[in-house]
């Protein structure tokens, strides 16, 4: 079932727990158009698993996924073509991860960033380093706020931390982010993967019908905010066709603040 995925790995465990690993650790697991694709099926794939009752998501190495690959996000400004597969792309991902069957459990072992911070929150649980950095840095790379920002930041942190940290684009730690309420738990970073294991086994080994329409239940609340994302993603590649994606993006490579046009007199 997970034979054609190139930089995602599977380890199944005992009681039907799957282990997922984000592997491509020598770009700190970033999302190009190979990975964002497979973290976007991965979870229907994990939903029709009749051999996984629980899946853990965590990163190789010291990243659980550093954002977008600024090369992809180069090849998608003013792209039309791909701007607009993007966009059913980034649906399949958030729709994927709320709709799934079985609970996702995301170990947070390092920086998570664009697609990375969409698995992380949107999972069932999140477990996160105390010094983690999660992010959603649109505003940096000069489009808004799209992916999952949307309908999961206000629901965790509350409205006013969301717009300070959307707006802004800066990086919350682990420590804070379960202080705020983002995650279920921050911990020792080597006591991450563990923690998230043992919790699986719990789920695994629980009642399963209720333990799945429990989950269900809750997301309710998501699905009912699907026109705030809806919205939000059309506005993130609207602005992937405008000239400030393109400032954004050359700052990011060439690591100076950006010179957006939109803020240029």
Avoid at 148 to 160: D, E, N, Q, T, Y
Avoid at 173 to 181: F, M, N, S, Y
Avoid at 219 to 225: D, E, K, V, Y
Avoid at 237 to 244: K, Q, R, S
């Amino acid at each position: 079932m997970y034979e054609d995925y190139q930089q995602l790995t599977f380890e199944r465990r005992e009681h039907g727990v799957l282990l997922i690993t984000i592997d491509n650790p020598a770009k700190y697991n970033a999302a190009d158009e190979q990975l964002h694709g497979e973290l976007a099926r991965v979870w229907t794939d994990v939903s029709r698993d009749p051999e996984t009752r629980v899946a853990v998501i965590t990163g190789a190495g010291r990243a659980f996924s550093a954002g977008g690959d600024l090369a992809m996000v180069e090849r998608m400004a003013g792209d039309h073509e791909r701007v607009s597969h993007m966009l059913s792309e980034m649906s399949d991902l958030v729709y994927n991860i709320i709709n799934c069957e079985k609970p996702i459990i995301s170990a947070i072992n390092g920086v998570a960033v664009g697609a990375g911070v969409v698995v992380a929150l949107l999972a069932d649980i999140a477990i996160c380093a105390e010094d983690a950095k999660l992010g959603d840095g649109h505003v940096k790379l000069g489009v808004s706020a799209g992916d999952h920002a949307a309908i999961i930041w206000p629901l965790l942190a509350g409205m006013a931390k969301a717009r300070y940290y959307l707006l802004t684009g800066e990086m919350v730690t682990g420590a804070e982010a379960e202080r705020l309420g983002m995650v279920a738990k921050a911990l020792p970073r080597d006591e991450v993967l563990d923690e998230s294991l043992r919790v699986a086994d719990v789920l695994a080994t629980g009642a399963q019908q209720a333990i799945r329409l429990t989950k269900r239940s809750l997301n309710s609340w998501l699905r009912s905010a699907g026109p705030t994302f809806d919205a939000s993603a059309a506005y993130e590649m609207l602005c992937f066709m405008g000239p400030d994606v393109v400032e954004g993006a050359a700052a990011l490579r060439e690591k100076r603040p950006p010179r957006f046009p939109s803020a240029t007199p």
